[in-house]
C-alpha cells in the first residue's frame, strides 16, 4: 500500500508540472503580438511575390523558418530604390530596411497564422545597395532590427550580419534575410 501511495504522489507531481509546464509555453509573451504590431501603426498586408520570381517567400524547417530575401516594397508595389550614401540618407536607408521587416512580418504571419509562435529571432542578413565608400551599413540594418525588437521584445534579439553590396535586385535600398525559431 506504501509503495502504491508513494507511486500516486509521484504521478501528481509530474502530471503538475507538466501542466505547468504547458501552461508557461502557452503564453511566450505577455502580449499579443499581432496587437502589439497594430499598437505601432503598422498594418501588414498579404505578401506578393514580384513578377518572374520562383521562390518560396519563407521555408519552413523542423521548428526553423528562413525568410527569403525581402526588400523594401510597399504595400502599392512602389520599390525604395538606390544607393545608401549617394541616392540615399542613411535615415531614408533605416526607413527601407523597417519596411523590409514589415514585409517580413507579414510574411511570417502568412507561415505560421499566429506571430505569438514566434519563439526567437535567431539570425539576420542585411545586405545595403551602396558603394565602395559607405561604412554605415550597421544604422542602416538598424531599421529593421529596431523593428523586430519592437514587435518581439527579448525574443527578438538576434544575431546580425549588414554587408555592402554594389548592387541589389531592381535597385532595391537594401535586401534582408532571417530564420526564426517557432513553436507549434
Not at 138 to 147: A, E, H, M, R, T
Amino acid at each position: 500500500m506504501r509503495y502504491f501511495f508513494l507511486s500516486f504522489v509521484i504521478l501528481l507531481i509530474n502530471c503538475n508540472s507538466t501542466i505547468q509546464e504547458t501552461q508557461n509555453s502557452k503564453n511566450l509573451y505577455p502580449y499579443d503580438v499581432s496587437k502589439k504590431i497594430l499598437d505601432l501603426g503598422i498594418q501588414l498586408t498579404p505578401p506578393k511575390l514580384p513578377p518572374g520570381i520562383s521562390i518560396e517567400m519563407a521555408t519552413r524547417t523542423g521548428n526553423y523558418i528562413y525568410l527569403s530575401g525581402n526588400g523594401p516594397i510597399t504595400a502599392k508595389g512602389e520599390r525604395i530604390t538606390g544607393k545608401v550614401g549617394v541616392d540615399l540618407t542613411v535615415e531614408q536607408g533605416y526607413d527601407a530596411a523597417r519596411l523590409t521587416a514589415i514585409n517580413h512580418l507579414s510574411v511570417l504571419k502568412e507561415k505560421i497564422g499566429d506571430l505569438n509562435k514566434v519563439v526567437k529571432i535567431v539570425k539576420v542578413f542585411g545586405m545595403v545597395n551602396s558603394d565602395s565608400s559607405f561604412t554605415d551599413h550597421p544604422k542602416v540594418i538598424n531599421g529593421y532590427s529596431d523593428l523586430i525588437i519592437d514587435v518581439f521584445g527579448e525574443r527578438g534579439t538576434h544575431a546580425r550580419s549588414a554587408v555592402g553590396m554594389i548592387s541589389l535586385p531592381w535597385n532595391l535600398a537594401c535586401e534582408i534575410e532571417t530564420i526564426v525559431e517557432i513553436r507549434d
